[in-house]
Nanobody, 127 residues
Framework: QVQLVESGGGLVQAGGSLRLSCATS????????MGWFRQAPGKEREFVAS???????YYADSVKGRFTINRDNAKNTVYLQMNSLKPEDTADYYC?????????????????????WGQGTQVTVSS
């Protein structure tokens, strides 16, 4: 069982920045692929970014150049740095985890690929 706890959401003006954190339990952190997803009201949950255990990074086109995903293995934590935020980035943001299969070339960008989810943290960007 993997427990994920997100933090860092809030209200920010357009053009501002936020950093989301996702803490995982130490015993389960190793060899996990991690992802960030978001869900706006009335919309389906969508991929934002993912990071493989190997360090490979993947981003949705809508956030490339503005968002950065990274992980601190010493702290068992994954971060999502969000810069140049836009009103359309407003959503609940979810951290997700799964065992990283080294034989897979997947970008792990699909909701269905993840086994564990955090409770979500709300991000609101005002215009």
């Amino acid at each position: 069982q993997v427990q994920l706890v997100e933090s860092g959401g809030g209200l920010v003006q357009a053009g501002g920045s936020l950093r989301l954190s996702c803490a995982t339990s130490r015993r389960t952190y190793s060899r996990l692929a991690m992802g960030w997803f978001r869900q706006a009201p009335g919309k389906e949950r969508e991929f934002v970014a993912s990071i493989r255990w190997s360090g490979y990074l993947y981003y949705a086109d809508s956030v490339k150049g503005r968002f950065t995903i990274n992980r601190d293995n010493a702290k068992n934590t994954v971060y999502l740095q969000m810069n140049s935020l836009k009103p359309e980035d407003t959503a609940d943001y979810y951290c997700a985890a799964r065992t990283d299969l080294t034989s897979s070339s997947s970008t792990y960008s699909s909701v269905d690929e993840y086994d564990y989810w955090g409770q979500g943290t709300q991000v609101t960007v005002s215009s």
